[in-house]
């Protein structure tokens, strides 16, 4: 028996560090299923789903005391998987819906919207979990949860918040019966904005951030 095996047997099922790395286990298995695309209709619910259950696990993580790993160096875990198949598979499965808008920071003030996606923004969030789920699988506990907790406050608690939210705002307006607009529902043959588009919209954004900058350093 490995030592990995021996580590993940004799955990406490009541121990915060095993809670969380089952919550995190079941996003990665739940997400991959989903990106199969094996049952389509129920993807939006059962993603809005496995995002607020791993946002607990992120709350639990954000509210504990802050975690300090066992070495000052980070073992090399080895190289990230690649996640370039599933994100390809949940941009075609959330086509219709996978562009959205987001505000990075609701404290800081922006004139416009930052286009964001869907499969971009969760293929994110499962490169962050994959990576702290290596070090936790070979028995760096401690380094797992350093590196989830981190990750959590640095970049996938406030990725999966803004994936939350927009999964949210569709089904809302499926379920209260109020067509998105601009897609005309769920059943649109418009084209998602390309990545084009994308660069172009956070390039007027960065331009009129800027331009605001410039203009209020000129003020004395």
Do not use: C
């Not at 499969?119 to 797992?144: C, F, N, P, Q």
């Not at 607009?181 to 588009?197: C, F, I, K, Y």
């Amino acid at each position: 028996m490995s030592d990995a095996t021996l580590h993940a047997t004799n955990q406490n099922p009541d121990d915060f560090s095993v809670q969380i790395a089952d919550q995190i286990e079941s996003f990665l298995v739940a997400v991959t299923e989903v990106a199969k695309g094996d049952e389509p209709d129920s993807a939006v619910p059962f993603l809005l789903l496995e995002v607020s259950q791993l946002l607990l696990a992120g709350g639990r993580l954000g509210a504990h005391e802050d975690i300090v790993p066992d070495e000052r160096y980070e073992p090399d875990p080895g190289p990230e998987p690649d996640v370039d198949g599933l994100r390809e598979n949940l941009a075609r499965l959330l086509e219709p819906i996978d562009v959205y808008s987001e505000v990075f920071d609701p404290y800081e003030p922006r004139k416009a919207r930052v286009p964001a996606r869907l499969s971009d923004d969760l293929a994110d969030v499962i490169t962050d979990l994959r990576h702290g789920m290596v070090h936790y699988r070979a028995g760096r506990t401690t380094e797992a949860l350093w590196w989830w907790q981190f990750s959590y406050f640095s970049n996938w608690g406030s990725t999966a918040s803004a994936t939350l939210r927009a999964l949210h705002s569709v089904l809302a307006h499926v379920r209260l019966n109020q067509p998105l607009e601009e897609l005309d529902g769920l059943d649109t043959d418009q084209p998602a904005m390309g990545d084009e588009t994308l660069e172009f919209e956070a390039g007027q954004v960065m331009a009129e951030e800027i331009g605001e900058h410039l203009g209020m350093g000129q003020v004395k």
